[in-house]
Nanobody, 121 residues
């Protein structure tokens, strides 16, 4: 099993910054993608930023230029630096990892417990 633990959420004023961290542990196989999703009240969960299977960063349009995803492979940690935050960025942010088992080749999806980000106007 794989565990994902997020941290770094909180309350910030519009225009402020937060940095989220996601530490992965356990039996991680061949990583396909790793990144961040968010879910606002009454809305579906949506992708925010991720590393693709090619290892390249991929962002949803509404965070481009404001958010930056990075990773520290030695620490099995992924970060999301969020700048110029807006009230509409308020949501629970989830870390997500998809890997592929080496023998069965089966894809697996893992989610963290989520961390609340609240941006006040």
């Amino acid at each position: 099993q794989v565990q994902l633990v997020e941290s770094g959420g909180g309350l910030v004023q519009a225009g402020g910054s937060l940095r989220l961290s996601c530490a992965a542990s356990g039996s991680i196989a061949s990583i396909i993608t790793v990144g961040w999703y968010r879910q606002a009240p009454g809305k579906e969960r949506e992708m925010v930023a991720r590393f693709t299977s090619d290892g390249e960063p991929d962002y949803v349009d509404f965070v481009k230029g404001r958010f930056t995803i990075s990773r520290d492979n030695a620490k099995n940690t992924v970060y999301l630096q969020m700048n110029s935050l807006k009230p509409e960025d308020t949501a629970v942010y989830y870390c997500h990892l998809e890997d592929r088992e080496y023998v069965s080749r089966m894809r697996r999806h893992y989610w963290g417990q989520g961390t609340q980000v609240t941006v006040s106007s």
